[in-house]
C-alpha cells in the first residue's frame, strides 16, 4: 500500500530582500557575538502559523481556507507592518530573534496578531493540527547559539506586508530551507470596492 506523500507546512509573513538585508545589518554584531551559526537571509520570516505534516490531499483545501481568509481581511490596516527593535536569546531552542519593538502601536500588533489568530483557529477547525503557542511576532537570526550574546541594542527594522505565504519546510545537512508553496495577497478596501 503506497503512502500519501506529506509535506512540512506553516504560513508566513516573507520578506522582501531589501528587508531581510536591513534586519541582517541590524542584527549582525549581536549574531557574531553569540557565537551560533546565522540565519541565511533567504530563510529569514515571520511564522504566523505552523501547520506541521500536512498530506498532499489535504493542500487544496488549505489553499481555500487561506484565500478566504485573505480576501475577508479587508477593511483592515494594510499593509500589515512588524518594526523589529530588540533582540531575545531563547535558551531552550538555542536561538537569537529579533522581536517586534515593544511600544509598538496597537493597531500594528493586532494586525498581524489577528491574522496569525485566524490562520490557527480556522486551519484547526477545518482538522489541520497547527501548534497552539501563543503568536509572538519573531524573526529567529541565528541558531545553535551557546549563550546570551552581549551586543548594543538593535536599530529598528521596519517590514511591511500585502500577502502572506504558504510556506514547505525541508531540513538539509545544512539547515532548513524554504519554499512558497503559494502566495495569498490581503484585501484592501479599494480591492474589495472595485
Not at 506586508?161 to 504558504?166: A, I, K, M, S, T
Request: proline share 7%.
Amino acid at each position: 500500500m503506497s503512502r500519501e506523500p506529506r509535506r512540512r507546512l506553516f504560513f508566513a509573513l516573507w520578506p522582501q530582500e531589501v528587508q531581510r538585508t536591513a534586519l541582517l545589518q541590524a542584527t549582525g554584531e549581536a549574531v557574531r557575538a553569540g557565537g551560533g551559526r546565522a540565519v541565511p537571509a533567504a530563510g529569514l520570516h515571520v511564522t504566523l502559523s505552523f501547520l506541521g505534516t500536512v498530506p498532499e490531499g489535504r493542500m487544496a483545501l488549505l489553499s481555500t481556507l487561506a484565500q478566504r481568509i485573505a480576501a475577508g481581511f479587508c477593511g483592515r490596516q494594510l499593509p500589515l507592518s512588524v518594526t523589529f527593535a530588540r533582540l531575545a536569546y531563547w535558551a531552550q531552542p538555542q536561538v537569537l530573534v529579533a522581536l517586534e519593538r515593544a511600544a509598538a502601536a496597537e493597531t500594528e500588533i493586532s494586525t498581524v496578531a489577528t491574522l496569525a489568530g485566524l490562520l490557527t483557529r480556522e486551519s484547526a477547525a477545518a482538522g489541520f493540527a497547527p501548534d497552539l503557542k501563543p503568536f509572538q511576532a519573531h524573526v529567529t537570526v541565528a541558531r545553535k547559539v551557546p549563550y546570551a550574546p552581549h551586543a548594543p541594542a538593535m536599530r529598528a527594522v521596519p517590514w511591511s506586508f500585502g500577502e502572506f505565504v504558504l510556506l514547505e519546510s525541508r531540513t538539509l545537512e545544512k539547515g532548513p530551507v524554504y519554499s512558497v508553496v503559494e502566495s495569498y495577497p490581503l484585501a484592501s478596501t479599494e480591492k474589495a470596492r472595485t
